[in-house]
């Protein structure tokens, strides 16, 4: 339901998953475009379009990275909707296509756009090309290892086998972080109350949602006004899996992912959203009964404000109309995670925006520590602090040792013999 992949083998987390056993494949982030299985009904719709449509979409991925790569200007400038709109413009330029053509293609243009909207949780109108620099996982390009059915659950056991539970304090939702600049200690105010203990040392871990939202309420005295900048133009989005669950599939057993391709003007004169955002199902590997529905962009909001019998009626009218078979049951079950009605996370996670590209902030910035007297004492981590693995389970991991290295080696500086005791 939340993070399933891992990007690159050079990290921490790989080397624990790797140990663990709980490493399935080497996926490609295209796969689910690339091994899809078109589903458009009794549409009049040619696998001679479809396929024309597809080469030209193949040679944009490495376009645009290259482009990220070689012209700073352009990169920043440009979203990635507003650079594949011109190359799409052109496209329908190089040939005489009739209306219903374009209509097509219009629908074979949301998938492309789901792509990206899945891959960076962010609305495509305000992603900047230039995140496809600044992220950089040291692997291979557009590709992930997969974890199997443990997933994550596994990895997370490990991190906190060696850490006696009496350290943590779960439900307790922090309100407010409040600096005293005469003893460089902080009290907190949880769940309205204020905490008995002071501490010396606050890192905060709060999704950039979370921030966005309450960073006004969280820190006395206020943020500066540069962190408050970051905070405001770094992106943060929304990409979710909606797992539908049926008795038994209706799809072919060889079925990797479906792409449902309604198309305005053959199946009905407009669309609704649902049926726009509704791009990609993936077959479950160890629940072949179960399809995987990815949303992101606008369609992460949209699918979280609809009720579980809203989902299952459009999702089974999406399906019968795509397969032509009115057959086809209500799923039995629908499984979600709702993020964005979260108020601890409020999305997944950060993005490059073209705003925070043009005024060059890096998601480092968000890192910066609140200091005293030249000491850090409000530490920032998470994956939106993290300058080049944003987005990810490992950039927040190496994020958090990150801040826990700073603590260490500030209090060994200013506390040589306390420390040496811990140290023994």
């Known amino acids: 339901m939340g993070a399933q992949f891992i990007n690159g083998a050079q990290n921490p987390l790989y080397k624990?998953?790797?140990?663990?056993?709980?490493?399935?494949?080497?996926?490609?982030?295209?796969?689910?475009?690339?091994?899809?299985?078109?589903?458009?009904?009794?549409?009049?719709?040619?696998?001679?379009?479809?396929?024309l449509f597809l080469d030209f979409t193949s040679k944009l991925d490495s376009k645009y990275r290259a482009i990220a790569e070689n012209d700073e200007i352009t990169a920043r400038r440009y979203t990635l909707k507003e650079i594949f709109t011109l190359d799409y413009m052109d496209f329908l330029k190089t040939h005489n296509f009739t209306t219903k053509q374009k209509n097509v293609f219009d629908s074979l243009a949301r998938?492309?756009?789901?792509?990206?909207?899945?891959?960076?949780?962010?609305?495509?109108?305000?992603?900047?090309?230039?995140?496809?620099?600044?992220?950089?996982d040291y692997g291979t390009v557009c590709e992930s290892f997969a974890t199997d059915k443990i997933g994550f659950k596994a990895i997370l056991d490990d991190i906190a086998e060696p850490i006696s539970k009496s350290h943590f304090q779960f439900n307790t939702r922090i309100d407010n972080i409040q600096l005293n600049s005469t003893t460089g200690r902080m009290k907190l105010t949880a769940n309205g109350q204020t905490l008995p203990s002071e501490f010396d040392?606050?890192?905060?871990?709060?999704?950039?949602?979370?921030?966005?939202?309450?960073?006004?309420?969280?820190?006395?005295?206020?943020?500066?006004?540069?962190?408050?900048?970051?905070?405001?133009?770094?992106?943060?989005?929304?990409?979710?899996?909606v797992f539908f669950e049926w008795d038994k599939p209706f799809w072919s057993n060889k079925t990797y992912s479906i792409a449902?391709?309604?198309?305005?003007?053959?199946?009905?004169?407009?669309?609704?959203?649902?049926?726009?955002?509704?791009?990609?199902?993936?077959?479950?590997?160890?629940?072949?009964?179960?399809?995987s529905a990815w949303y992101a962009g606008r369609g992460h909001q949209l699918v979280d404000n609809m009720s579980e019998g809203e989902l299952k009626f459009?999702?089974?009218?999406?399906?019968?109309?795509?397969?032509?078979?009115?057959?086809i049951p209500l799923p039995k079950k629908v499984i979600r995670t709702q993020l964005t009605k979260n108020e601890l996370l409020l999305g997944s996670?950060?993005?490059?925006?073209?705003?925070?590209?043009?005024?060059?902030?890096?998601?480092?910035?968000?890192?910066?520590?609140?200091?005293?007297?030249?000491r850090p004492k409000i530490l920032f981590a998470g994956e939106a602090t993290h300058h080049r693995l944003f987005q990810t389970a490992v950039g927040a991991?190496?994020?958090?040792?990150?801040?826990?290295?700073?603590?260490?080696?500030?209090?060994?500086?200013h506390n040589v013999t306390s420390f040496k005791k811990c140290i023994q």
Not at 16 to 30: E, K, N, W
Not at 123 to 136: F, G, Q, Y
Not at 266 to 288: C, G, S
Not at 314 to 327: G, P, S, T, W
């Open 111 to 136: 998938s492309f756009r789901s792509y990206w909207e899945f891959e960076w949780a962010a609305d495509w109108s305000t992603l900047s090309l230039h995140v496809l620099k600044e992220w950089n």
């Open 16 to 51: 624990i998953a790797h140990r663990l056993g709980i490493l399935a494949d080497a996926v490609s982030d295209t796969a689910h475009v690339d091994y899809a299985f078109y589903a458009y009904g009794n549409q009049q719709v040619k696998q001679a379009d479809i396929k």
């Open 349 to 374: 996670y950060s993005y490059m925006t073209q705003v925070q590209a043009l005024s060059r902030i890096s998601h480092s910035q968000l890192s910066m520590p609140v200091k005293l007297d030249g």
């Open 397 to 413: 991991f190496l994020s958090g040792r990150r801040e826990a290295d700073r603590v260490v080696n500030d209090w060994s500086k």
């Open 260 to 291: 449902p391709l309604p198309v305005r003007g053959m199946i009905r004169d407009e669309l609704d959203m649902f049926e726009e955002e509704t791009t990609t199902l993936q077959v479950v590997d160890w629940a072949p009964n179960v399809l």
């Open 201 to 241: 040392y606050v890192i905060v871990t709060s999704s950039l949602g979370v921030l966005k939202k309450y960073h006004h309420l969280m820190f006395s005295p206020p943020l500066s006004r540069q962190k408050i900048e970051a905070i405001e133009k770094i992106g943060f989005g929304g990409s979710c899996k």
């Open 314 to 327: 459009k999702i089974a009218k999406l399906m019968r109309e795509m397969y032509n078979n009115e057959d």
